[in-house]
């Protein structure tokens, strides 16, 4: 098994890898040893998602289910042990591996930023194999340190900003305004401001599927 195995298989699943670590060296909580690899969404997801027996079935939580399988199907063939981060409680402490795989930080308004997908962060799962292999070197520093930070600024109701971090009853009260239907159908305003949030190459739909699921009507 090889990191460039692993990322292919994602891919063809409707994933990619969002991180990888050495338990032994990162110290991931709840792990001993191996490789850590933790998988989520981009560009190649809503698709695949929106095609599936899980989506169309009517059923509650597709997008959990359909992570549940689909990551559940790459550790049997691939010989892992699948997490997630749903399902609790108890649920894995799937920030503490994100921020210990080197590609995702903590940003100035307090959201986890990844070095690919920006602010639009969606983890999907986690694939845990026994053996440690070699694994890519992960970046040095956040690149919130060279970067103007719009998102700072981006909320209409500073809901998310760098002094409180993030006001929740503020959020919640602006979606249910004619203001808020913006973010309703377009996503989170400061998200979406980061400028390493296009390399998610989000479907609009995607957004709108996310925010109903954080503010029902």
């Known amino acids: 098994m090889t990191y460039s195995d692993i990322e292919d ?4 699943g409707g994933l990619i890898v969002m991180g990888a670590q050495h338990p032994r060296v990162s110290e ?4 001993d040893g191996g490789t850590l690899i933790l998988l989520g969404t981009a560009t190649e997801f809503w698709p695949v998602l929106t095609a599936s027996a899980e989506w169309s079935d009517g ?3 597709p997008v959990d289910r359909w992570s549940t399988r689909v990551v559940g199907q790459m550790a049997a063939a691939m010989g892992a042990t699948p ?3 749903f399902g609790g409680p108890p649920y894995f402490p799937f920030i503490d591996w ?3 795989s080197g590609r995702t930080f903590q940003s100035p308004v307090g959201a986890l930023v990844h070095d690919t997908v920006g602010m639009l962060i969606s983890y999907r799962g986690a694939l845990h194999f026994a053996e440690e292999f070699p694994i890519p070197e992960a970046a040095s520093a956040s690149p919130c340190i060279t ?3 719009p998102c700072a ?3 209409p109701v500073g809901a998310l900003n760098t002094h409180s971090f993030y006001d929740v009853a503020a959020c919640h009260s602006h979606l249910d305004t004619p203001q808020g239907q913006i973010c309703m159908t377009g996503g989170c305003l400061a998200r979406l401001a980061c400028p390493l949030s296009t390399g998610a190459g989000r479907d ?3 957004s709108v599927h996310h925010m109903k699921a954080f503010h029902p009507s």
């Open 204 to 206: 609009p739909e995607q």
């Open 9 to 12: 298989a994602a891919v063809q």
């Open 83 to 85: 997490y997630y981060p």
């Open 28 to 31: 991931a909580k709840q792990l």
């Open 98 to 100: 994100a921020l210990n």
């Open 153 to 155: 600024t981006a909320c």
């Open 147 to 149: 970067c103007p930070a």
């Open 59 to 61: 059923r509650k939580d």
